[in-house]
C-alpha cells in the first residue's frame, strides 16, 4: 500500500513534512485535511490519529502522530541522505536540541503571531488587544536572537555546515509571521543569508510549492458562524 500523509498546508509542522518527503523523491498519497474547516475534529480522522491533529502519517496499518516523529520515520524507512539526521552522534544531538526546544519557543511563537495578526482579525472577526499582539512580537524576537545566537552562530545551517530537518523545520516556522506581513529577516542579515542557503538546498520551486497556501491566507474571506464555532475552542488561548 502506498504511504499516505494527512496534511494541511497551512500548518507548520506539514509543511516540512511535504517538503522533506517531496525533496527527498518519497512516494506518497496527500490526503488533505482542511484544519479552518475544522475536519480534523471529525470521527473519521480520528481513526487515523485519536490526538486530532496534522500531520499524520498512515502506512498500511500503521499511523503515527506528531512531525518529528514523522520526519524520522520517513527518514529511516527511506534512507534519506545523511545530513538531514546525521549519524555523528554530536551532529544529531544538535539537531535533536532544536526540534526539542522549538516546540515551545520559537513554534509557538510563530503561531501566535500569524493568529494574533493575521487570523484572528481578518478570518475570524475577533480583535486582538494591541498589548497582546505587542507582547507577542516581543517574545518572537527574542526567539529570533536565540536562534541566531545559540543555533546558527557563524555556521551556514543549524547544525553545522549541511542542511538537516533542523533547519527545514524552523524554516517553514518563521513563514508563519512572514506570511502574515512580519519581515523578520530586514534587520538580521545572518538570518536572511541563511534563508537564501535553505530556500537553495531545498528547491525553489518546492519551496513557492509548499508555502503558496500560507502566502494567501491574507486573502482568505471571513469564517461563517458554525466554522467559528468549531475553531472557538483553539481560538481562546490565542488571546491572551
Given at each position: 500500500?502506498?504511504?499516505?500523509?494527512?496534511?494541511?498546508?497551512?500548518?507548520?509542522?506539514?509543511?516540512?513534512?511535504?517538503?522533506?518527503?517531496?525533496?527527498n523523491?518519497?512516494?506518497?498519497?496527500?490526503?488533505?485535511?482542511?484544519?479552518?474547516?475544522?475536519?480534523?475534529?471529525?470521527?473519521?480522522?480520528?481513526?487515523?490519529n485519536?490526538?486530532?491533529?496534522?500531520?499524520?502519517?498512515?502506512?498500511?496499518?500503521?499511523?503515527?502522530?506528531e512531525?518529528?516523529?514523522?520526519?524520522?520515520?520517513?527518514?529511516?524507512?527511506?534512507?534519506?541522505?545523511?545530513?538531514?539526521?546525521?549519524?555523528?552522534?554530536?551532529?544529531?544531538?544538535?539537531?535533536?536540541?532544536?526540534?526539542?526546544?522549538?516546540?515551545?519557543?520559537?513554534?509557538?511563537?510563530?503561531?501566535?503571531?500569524?493568529?494574533?495578526?493575521?487570523?484572528?482579525?481578518?478570518?475570524?472577526?475577533?480583535?486582538?488587544?494591541?498589548?497582546?499582539?505587542?507582547?507577542?512580537?516581543?517574545?518572537?524576537?527574542?526567539?529570533?536572537?536565540?536562534?541566531?545566537?545559540?543555533?546558527?552562530?557563524?555556521?551556514?545551517?543549524?547544525?553545522?555546515?549541511?542542511?538537516?530537518?533542523?533547519?527545514?523545520?524552523?524554516?517553514?516556522?518563521?513563514?508563519?509571521?512572514?506570511?502574515?506581513?512580519?519581515?523578520?529577516?530586514?534587520?538580521?542579515?545572518?538570518?536572511?543569508?541563511?534563508?537564501?542557503?535553505?530556500?537553495?538546498?531545498?528547491?525553489?520551486?518546492?519551496?513557492?510549492?509548499?508555502?503558496?497556501?500560507?502566502?494567501?491566507?491574507?486573502?482568505?474571506?471571513?469564517?461563517?458562524?458554525?466554522?467559528?464555532?468549531?475553531?472557538?475552542?483553539?481560538?481562546?488561548?490565542?488571546?491572551?
Amino acid at each position: 500500500m502506498v504511504l499516505e500523509l494527512y496534511l494541511d498546508l497551512l500548518s507548520q509542522p506539514c509543511r516540512a513534512v511535504y517538503i522533506f518527503a517531496k525533496k527527498n523523491g518519497i512516494p506518497f498519497e496527500l490526503r488533505t485535511v482542511d484544519l479552518l474547516k475544522g475536519q480534523h475534529f471529525s470521527d473519521d480522522f480520528a481513526q487515523v490519529n485519536p490526538l486530532r491533529k496534522v500531520p499524520a502519517l498512515k502506512d498500511g496499518d500503521f499511523t503515527l502522530a506528531e512531525s518529528v516523529a514523522i520526519l524520522l520515520y520517513l527518514s529511516r524507512k527511506y534512507e534519506a541522505p545523511d545530513h538531514w539526521y546525521p549519524q555523528d552522534l554530536q551532529t544529531r544531538a544538535r539537531v535533536d536540541e532544536y526540534l526539542s526546544w522549538q516546540h515551545t519557543d520559537l513554534q509557538t511563537s510563530c503561531i501566535r503571531t500569524m493568529w494574533q495578526k493575521m487570523l484572528l482579525p481578518v478570518f475570524l472577526g475577533q480583535p486582538v488587544p494591541p498589548e497582546t499582539l505587542a507582547s507577542t512580537l516581543a517574545k518572537l524576537d527574542r526567539c529570533l536572537q536565540l536562534l541566531e545566537d545559540k543555533f546558527l552562530k557563524d555556521q551556514d545551517f543549524l547544525a553545522g555546515p549541511h542542511i538537516s530537518m533542523a533547519d527545514l523545520v524552523a524554516i517553514t516556522e518563521l513563514m508563519h509571521p512572514v506570511s502574515a506581513g512580519c519581515d523578520l529577516f530586514k534587520s538580521r542579515p545572518k538570518l536572511a543569508a541563511w534563508r537564501q542557503r535553505v530556500e537553495a538546498e531545498v528547491g525553489e520551486d518546492l519551496f513557492q510549492e509548499a508555502h503558496a497556501a500560507i502566502m494567501k491566507a491574507k486573502d482568505l474571506p471571513p469564517a461563517d458562524k458554525a466554522i467559528k464555532e468549531k475553531l472557538k475552542p483553539l481560538v481562546q488561548p490565542l488571546l491572551h
